[in-house]
Every structure is written in structure tokens, then in C-alpha cells.
């Protein structure tokens, strides 16, 4: 079925550093992708989307890119802040009947 | 208004207790959703209900028992429940538009602790 992957393992960076997070999917059709971002204590707010091939979603200086040909949707941010410091979820979706599939999450803990 | 509201924030409750956990939502959103997390895990998918009818069910225990009374709000029913089952809940919704979809929108969830 569809699913999604996110690298293992917690990130930990200086403030100002570059932020990459790795996501790759596996899908039978043509889903949407999406960043969500989970603050402590809080639920999951949407961070961007892309909805079809070679979209650029983008917000708050994260940028993620919808790439069929490497079946990814990396997410980037130039320059992070103390306050990025939280849980980062890959989801693609619909897929059967309007599920969501959900990456396993990265912890990003930011550093002054 | 891009916001699911859902009450309470924080309950806890005993193993032999009734009790609800409530969702709203007031963008026109077709479909909604219960979730649950536990910590560190992505979430879970427990219950969908699309255009106020049970379109899944993950298999959950007889415990957990949805409600949609219309297009607005979700309930999540809890009775006897375990331990194990202490997590945070989550409610979304989304668009759900002639088999279309849109993304999910998640509210701030319901801390529970069964003791």
C-alpha cells in the first residue's frame, strides 16, 4: 500500500544552521504531499503541501519540492530558529477512502 | 476559520468511567477523523466519517465508540477503558468535495490518562 519513509533518528543543530529532512513515498496513484509540524504539547498544524509533480510547497521559510522521478519530498529551511525546535511528520494522502499515510516523524532540536 | 476545536484538553479518568471527547469543526469540511498518538509515533488512524456515515473503522476495540450527530461535530464515546489507551487523541477534518480531498486540518488533541 502507500506509505511513507522519513530517516531515522533525531536532528540536532546550531541556530542559523541548514535544515534537511529526507522523506520518500511509495504510491500507486497520484497522491497530495504534505509537511506537518507538531510543537510540544500540541496538535499537528500543516507546515505546506504540494498536490502534483514538481510543485514547490513553501511556508515560514521551509521549502519542500513534489519529485516523481526520486518519489521524494525533502524538506528544507535555510536558516533555523530556536523556536523550529519540533516534531516534523511526511504525509501523503488520499488513499483509500481519504486515509493519510504518515513517516515515522523527526525530532528537530535547535541549538542557540 | 481554519480551526478544529476539541474539548477537553486534559482528562483523566478511571478504568470503570464513561466518559466523551468532543470535536467541531466550522469549515464545511465533509469528512472528519479520530486519531490517536502516543509519544514520539506518528498518529494513528482509528475512525473516518464521511458526509456524517462510518466510512472506516481500524479495527478498534468495542471501548471506543464514534458519533457524528451532523456534519459539524464528532464525539468519541469511551467506557471501560485500559491503561494502554492513555494517549493523546486527535480529531481532523478535510474537504471532502465529490471524492475530492483537500488537507487534513488537526485540532490541539485530548491528553488522556487512564487510571
Known amino acids: 500500500g502507500d506509505s511513507v519513509t522519513q530517516m531515522e533518528g533525531p536532528v540536532t543543530l546550531s541556530e542559523e544552521a541548514f535544515l534537511t529532512i529526507n522523506c520518500t513515498y511509495t504510491?500507486?496513484?497520484?497522491?497530495?504531499l504534505f509537511w506537518y509540524v507538531q510543537y510540544p504539547g500540541e496538535g499537528l498544524q500543516l507546515l505546506l503541501k504540494a498536490t502534483k509533480a514538481d510543485d514547490k510547497g513553501s511556508n515560514k521559510g521551509f521549502e519542500a519540492t513534489y519529485r516523481k522521478e526520486t518519489t521524494s519530498f525533502h524538506l528544507e529551511k535555510g536558516s533555523v530558529q530556536v523556536s523550529d525546535s519540533a516534531v516534523y511528520f511526511c504525509?501523503?494522502?488520499?488513499?483509500?477512502?481519504?486515509?493519510?499515510?504518515f513517516g515515522k516523524g523527526n525530532q528537530v532540536v535547535v541549538i542557540p | 476559520d481554519t480551526e478544529v476545536t476539541q474539548t477537553p484538553k486534559h482528562l483523566v479518568m478511571g478504568m470503570t468511567n464513561k466518559k466523551s471527547l468532543k470535536c467541531e469543526q466550522h469549515m464545511g469540511h465533509r469528512a472528519m477523523y479520530w486519531y490517536k498518538q502516543k509519544a514520539k509515533k506518528p498518529p494513528e488512524l482509528m475512525f473516518v466519517y464521511s458526509y456524517e456515515k462510518l466510512s472506516i473503522n481500524e479495527s478498534v476495540p468495542s471501548r471506543f465508540s464514534p458519533e457524528c450527530p451532523n456534519s459539524s461535530l464528532l464525539n468519541l464515546h469511551l467506557h471501560a477503558l485500559q491503561p494502554e489507551d492513555s494517549a493523546l487523541y486527535l480529531c481532523?477534518?478535510?474537504?471532502?468535495?465529490?471524492?475530492?480531498?483537500?488537507?487534513?486540518?488537526f485540532g490541539q488533541g485530548t491528553r488522556l490518562t487512564v487510571v
Open positions: 504525509a501523503l494522502g488520499p488513499y483509500g477512502n481519504n486515509r493519510l499515510a
Open positions: 481532523a477534518s478535510s474537504q471532502d468535495r465529490d471524492g475530492g480531498y483537500t488537507e487534513a486540518f
Open positions: 504510491a500507486t496513484g497520484y497522491p497530495s
